[in-house]
Each structure stands twice: as C-alpha cells, then as structure tokens.
C-alpha cells in the first residue's frame, strides 16, 4: 500500500490533528454536570411541556455541543429518567429523612407539613415541578409510575404521623389522605387568600385532623 507518501507530505503534517475538535466537549463535559442538564430539563418541563424536553434544545438552552449530553446520559429516555428520580428524591425522600431525623412530636409534625406549600419560593417551585410532572404523568407511563410511588410513600409517612398521635390504621390513613389532599390543593391555589387567610387555613386543617373528640363523633355517626 502507498503509506509512504501520506507520512511524509507537509501539508499532512501542517493539519490541525483530530484531538483540537474534542477538546470543546472535553471542557464542557468538566464544566457541566448531569445535574445542570436535569435542571435544564425540569425548566422546560415546567415553561413548555415535556416535548420540549428534546437533546438539541437543551444543548442549545446551555450553550454546549450535543455530544457532551452523552457523556452523562445513555440518550433521551435516559434523561427523562433520571428527571422523575431527581424528584422524587428531592421532594419525597429527602423531606422525608429529614423530618424523620428531626424527631419532632407528631401533632407539632402534623402542623409544620401542612404549612409545606407556603415555604416561600422553594415551595413554589416545588409545586410548579410538581404540576407539570403529574400533567406528563397522565400521558405517560413511566412518568405515573412515579407519581403513583411518590403518592403512596407521601401517604405512608403522613399515616405514621397520625398512628403516632394514637388514630386506629383507618383513621390514620383517612387523616392521612385529607392532610395530603390539602396540602395539594394549597399548592395548586396558591394564588387563594391573603397571607393571613392561608394561615388560619393551614391552622385550621393542623387542628382539625389531630382532634380526637372529632373523630369520635364521627365514629359514632
């Protein structure tokens, strides 16, 4: 074979070699983690849908080549994946271990997490995630999947709290599921009230579920 000649030309020598174009993602890929590009995805998922959840926008959105998306992700399904674990670890795991390391008396406990919605912007932008998975999560089975586990270990917890306070296991569980429910519609209304109303709401609903004489009447109803 002819190699001779294609070593020693100078015009083969004089060429920029391959490595220069692979230092770009090379740079990228140390200055981006799987995490920003979560955080990206989770932006459009909330302003736009999660069709909008597409490689090339992200890397457009982040200002990076495409390629350095695969160097933390196996591919879009990938991505969409990790989207819905990032969440459920954020917004249920996490919240959960800490209050379980707090070790707060349950009827204080049962108070605080009914005032979750209203913890500022963090909670704000926890329920604008939130909304915009569980819109995804009606087209999409992968997604409800997550959902439906989020809600079970959400419920299950909050059911701890309440058989804690001393509620036979259907009255902690249907506690459990109207606190739950409350703390839901206070995300999705949060436009609803002033400051003050929502506190007399959320003090309200902290009272009622840790009533005992209420749930006696109802029993014998």
Avoid at 12 to 32: E, G, I, N, Y
Avoid at 126 to 132: H, M, P, R, Y
Wanted: net charge positive; glycine share 4%.
């Amino acid at each position: 074979m002819p190699t001779s000649t294609t070593r020693t030309r100078p015009a083969d020598k004089a060429a920029s070699p391959p490595r220069a174009t692979a230092a770009a993602p090379k740079a990228q890929r140390q200055q981006l983690t799987a995490q920003d590009w979560i955080g990206a995805a989770k932006e459009l998922l909330v302003h736009r849908s999660v069709d909008a959840v597409r490689v090339d926008v992200l890397a457009k959105t982040l200002a990076v080549t495409r390629g350095s998306f695969y160097w933390h992700f196996a591919d879009r399904e990938d991505l969409l994946k990790r989207v819905l674990l990032s969440w459920q670890e954020e917004q249920t795991e996490q919240i959960i271990q800490r209050y379980r390391r707090q070790g707060a008396q349950a009827e204080v406990l049962v108070a605080e997490l009914a005032g979750l919605p209203f913890h500022g912007r963090a909670a704000l932008r926890g329920s604008s995630v939130e909304l915009a998975i569980r819109a995804w999560a009606r087209r999409d089975e992968m997604a409800r999947q997550v959902v439906d586990t989020v809600d079970a270990k959400r419920l299950q917890y909050l059911q701890e709290c309440f058989s804690s306070l001393g509620f036979s296991g259907p009255d902690a569980k249907a506690r459990a599921f109207l606190l739950y429910c409350y703390m839901q519609s206070e995300s999705l209304l949060h436009n609803q009230g002033s400051a003050a109303e929502k506190a007399q709401r959320q003090q309200f609903v902290a009272r009622l579920l840790v009533d005992r004489l209420g749930s006696e009447v109802a029993a014998g109803s």
